[in-house]
């Protein structure tokens, strides 16, 4: 079993910047693929970023890139999702996912379905 935890977000103004944190409970954390995800009112959950369990392989959604940046301290069992440049459409429910079957040490995955812990999500709203 895994439990997460998300932690580290509020209310920013356009333009600044937030560090989510997620902390992870379980022995297999270290070698599980992890990812962030987000819900906006009205849309579906979309795929934001994602680490391989060595934290060498990562991923992001393209509306993110050059802005967020995935990390993590295994040390720790915990990741993190520093956000830059917030846009009022980055505002959403943002939820931390564990995929623990066995991967290489590059592999990150994008698909919902390949996550099989998820956290209770944590709010992040950009305003004007």
């Known amino acids: 079993q895994v439990q997460l935890v998300e932690s580290g977000g509020g209310l920013v103004q356009a333009g600044g910047s937030l560090r989510l944190s997620c902390t992870a409970s379980?022995?297999?954390?270290?070698?599980?693929?992890m990812g962030w995800f987000r819900q906006a009112p009205g849309k579906e959950r979309e795929f934001v970023a994602g680490?391989?369990?060595?934290?060498?392989?990562?991923r992001y959604v393209d509306s993110v890139k050059g802005r967020f940046t995935i990390s993590r301290d295994n040390a720790k069992n915990t990741i993190y999702l520093q956000m830059n440049s917030l846009k009022l459409e980055d505002t959403a429910v943002y939820y931390c996912?564990?995929?623990?079957?066995?991967?290489?040490?590059?592999?990150?995955?994008?698909?919902?379905?390949?996550?099989?812990?998820w956290g209770q999500g944590t709010q992040v709203t950009v305003s004007l």
């Open positions: 996912a564990a995929a623990t079957h066995p991967s290489g040490s590059v592999y990150t995955t994008d698909r919902s379905t390949d996550y099989d812990y």
């Open positions: 379980g022995r297999t954390f270290s070698r599980s693929v």
């Open positions: 680490i391989s369990w060595s934290g060498i392989g990562t």
